[in-house]
Structure formats: C-alpha cells, structure tokens
C-alpha cells in the first residue's frame, strides 16, 4: 500500500507507474481515492472546528452557574449537546471514508523502482546474468519423476489414494537427500549472519491481506472451514506478520531471519507433462530469507539476497541465471523482484527455483510495522528471498547430478548430512 501523499500531491506519478504495470482499469481509482481524501479532510476540519468551539462553550458552562445565569446555562448546554451529536456524525463519516479509501488503496500497485523493465507479461522478463556453464550430457535424462521411481523415491500413485492430484510421497535415500538440501540451506543462511526461526504455519485474514494482494491470496492459499486462519503458502507471511502493529527499535535493524516452513498453494492451472511429477504441487517445504531494515538500506539487502540463492545451488553443481522481473510480472506489493532459474539439462532450458522481492514500506504500511528514529517514527522496509525450495530444488540437483547409470551423485556440500554417502544407486 502506498503512501496517500502520493495520491494527494503527485497523482500523475501514480497513475503513469499503473499504466507501467498495464492496468488501465485501476486508473478512476486515482482520482476517487483523491475526492474521498478531500471529503475526510473537510471533515475533519469541520470536526476538529466543532471540537474546539464545544469544548469553549464547556468551559463557560461552571462560571455561568456560579453567576446563576441558569437560562443561559441550560442554552449552551443544549449548544453542547447538539454539537456533540454533529461530531459523532462526523467522526463516524470519517470513519465510513477512509474505510472506503483503505479498500481502493490496497489495490493500487505500489510505486516500482526506476530499474524495473516495461513488460505486460513473464515472456519481456530479462535475463540478467548467468552463473556456471550449463551443460547437456551425451546420453539422455529421463523424466526427474521416473529417475526417482526408479530410486524407490518417489510414490505419487499412493499420494493420490490419500491426498489426490499434486500430493507425493518422497522414500528413504531421496527423502533424505531433501532434508539434507533443505538441512544444507539453513545453516549456509545461519552462517550468513541470519537468525534461524520456525514460524507459525497458519495466520489469520488481516496478516494475509497485510503481506500480499487479494488476488494473489485467491490464487494462492487454502482457508481452514469455519476459522479466521489460513495455511501458508511461504513463511515469509508469518515471519513478516510477526511484527504486526510493531514499533521496532532503530539500533535494533536490520532484523536478518532465515526460517523453515511447509508450504501449500492451490496451484491452478496447468498440469501438463511437466507438472505430472513435483513441478506443481500443493505442498512442498522451503528455506526462506527476511530483512527488515532502514528505508535506505533496501537495495543494498536486495542485490545481497538473491546472490545467496546463486551461491548455494552454484555449491549443489546446478548452473543458475537470475532474471529480472518486468513490470506487467511484478506483484502489486513489489518495488523490484527477480528470479533464479536453474538449468534443466532435460529439458535444455531454466527453470524457476527461487524468487527475491524488495516491497518497500508495502507490507510494513499495511501491517503498521515503524521504527522509532531521532525525529519520531517511519515505517520500515521487508525484503524476502528463497534460499532453497523442494521438491524444485530437488529436480535441479538431480537433474545435473545424474549419472548414465541412473545414479545420482551427491553435491560433496550434503555428503555431511547424508551420512558421508556420495551416490544414490538404483537398486539391481
């Protein structure tokens, strides 16, 4: 949500960043948003006025007693009376506007940085660099599901007795070497300076609607029938509602946490031969990065963040790429946002394994997180990044792990957790 000084003193800013993101529609919002502003203020004004004139006539009220002037007195108590009701009137308009202001608000999208491409969609987003050479070997990949059947790892035909389409079941040394990549993440983050923590896994509505845009959440998350709570579909949502209504002490940022969650997302839309296995799935676990810091310090963090991510698949032996996402991809809440592909060698392109979000003071205005400086309190800045999410990252390791035998080898960084195994055989 952005700030209403925008609307009131710069509207042409906000709606050129709209037309930026190719959502004419919400341009009349602008201008109502204005209107209601100007009808809050005048009523303000008007009670602040009453409030003042009430509260003069209030006080002549005792002197006017002692001089036994009752007429007078029961007159200006009737003045009183009526003015306090005008008020009431008042306060509750206020109340109804900036009510009505609040729900236009939170769809106007938040202002992008400058660096942002113009794009309507994910196709004008822009590769910006790659990392590690990615390599096609001479015999084939199969399909990552059917490697790890083949590794007795994977079990979607039972999931689907008991949960249905999108739900697997990982077995011995692949479930294990999933642990070990999520195990390997968290303390590569913990060693990063990073405070390790497990959060909640369900919140409710007004933490939802304060970290993320309502389609987003319609898209995205699975309500609890008959409860004001909702699953998670990153944990990035309970660690940043943590510090709801919050005022953080300024010696006391950056606030630098990496936190593990299961996560799970509707995930509509295709599932075609890519998804048939553990690309789209309802559920899956994941290694998160948050920063709450100073205002200025938010690109600084964001440039540091998704490097990160480069660094521990680059240490799994997968060839990465970070592209840039464009404003038509960009989330409403978003100030600039990327992503990490990792290379399927499979399938001879990258693919989505990561994403990383500056989102400004968005999530912090809605949530009323501020922190206390020498000239009173600002609203902080959250930044959020994937470290490892699997069973994506899972695919990719496996993926540029495989061997023509059909084993997988083990990135010597997971070796530890896996109990000093190196390979993961089929059995014969």
């Not at 003015?83 to 992008?112: C, D, G, Y």
């Not at 950056?254 to 031969?273: N, Q, V």
């Not at 600002?378 to 792990?401: D, K, M, S």
């Amino acid at each position: 949500m952005i700030d209403i000084k925008l609307i009131r003193d710069n509207k042409d800013l906000v709606k050129e960043n709209i037309k930026k993101k190719f959502q004419d529609e919400k341009l009349p919002l602008v201008d109502e948003i204005y209107e209601l502003d100007i009808k809050v203020r005048d009523a303000q004004k008007k009670c602040d006025d009453l409030k003042a004139i009430k509260n003069k006539k209030s006080s002549e009220i005792g002197k006017l007693i002692k001089d036994k002037k009752l007429d007078e007195v029961e007159t200006i108590k009737k003045e009183v009376s009526d003015m306090a009701s005008k008020i009431t009137e008042l306060e509750e308009l206020q109340t109804n506007l900036n009510k009505e202001i609040r729900e236009r608000m939170l769809v106007i999208p938040n202002i992008m940085d400058s660096s942002v491409p113009i794009g309507k969609d994910d196709t004008f987003n822009v590769e910006v660099e790659r990392f590690g050479e990615p390599k096609v070997p001479s015999y084939e990949i199969p399909y990552h599901a059917d490697i790890l059947e083949r590794l007795n790892g994977l079990d979607k035909e039972s999931a689907g007795r008991t949960s249905g389409e999108g739900f697997y079941y990982l077995t011995g040394d692949i479930a294990r070497l999933h642990e070990a990549m999520l195990a390997y993440a968290r303390d590569f983050m913990i060693d990063k300076g990073f405070t390790y923590c497990i959060p909640p896994f369900m919140i409710h509505s007004d933490v939802v609607t304060g970290v993320m845009s309502f389609p987003e959440m319609e898209a995205m998350m699975y309500k609890i029938e008959g409860e004001d709570l909702y699953l998670i579909g990153t944990s990035e949502h309970s660690m940043i509602g943590r510090f709801k209504d919050q005022i953080i002490k300024k010696d006391s940022l950056p606030i630098k946490l990496t936190s593990y969650s299961p996560c799970f997302r509707k995930e509509g839309g295709s599932h075609g031969l890519e998804e048939r296995g553990l690309y789209r799935v309802h559920q899956f676990e994941k290694q998160e990065m948050i920063v709450i810091c100073e205002p200025s310090d938010s690109m600084k963090f964001y440039n540091e963040m998704w490097k990160y991510t480069v660094e521990i698949f680059r240490s799994l032996d997968v060839p990465v790429r970070q592209l840039e996402c464009c404003s038509g991809d960009l989330a409403d809440l978003k100030v600039k946002s990327c992503d990490i592909e990792a290379w399927s060698p499979r399938q001879k392109k990258y693919f989505e394994v990561g994403s990383c979000s500056n989102l400004g003071d968005a999530q912090a205005r809605r949530l009323g997180i501020r922190v206390k400086g020498e000239n009173g309190t600002y609203f902080v800045h959250t930044l959020n990044n994937t470290c490892l999410a699997t069973p994506r990252g899972l695919i990719a390791v496996v993926e540029n792990n495989y061997n023509e035998d059909g084993s997988i080898n083990i990135p010597k960084v997971l070796q530890p957790y896996m109990g000093g195994k190196e390979v993961i055989a089929p059995n014969k």
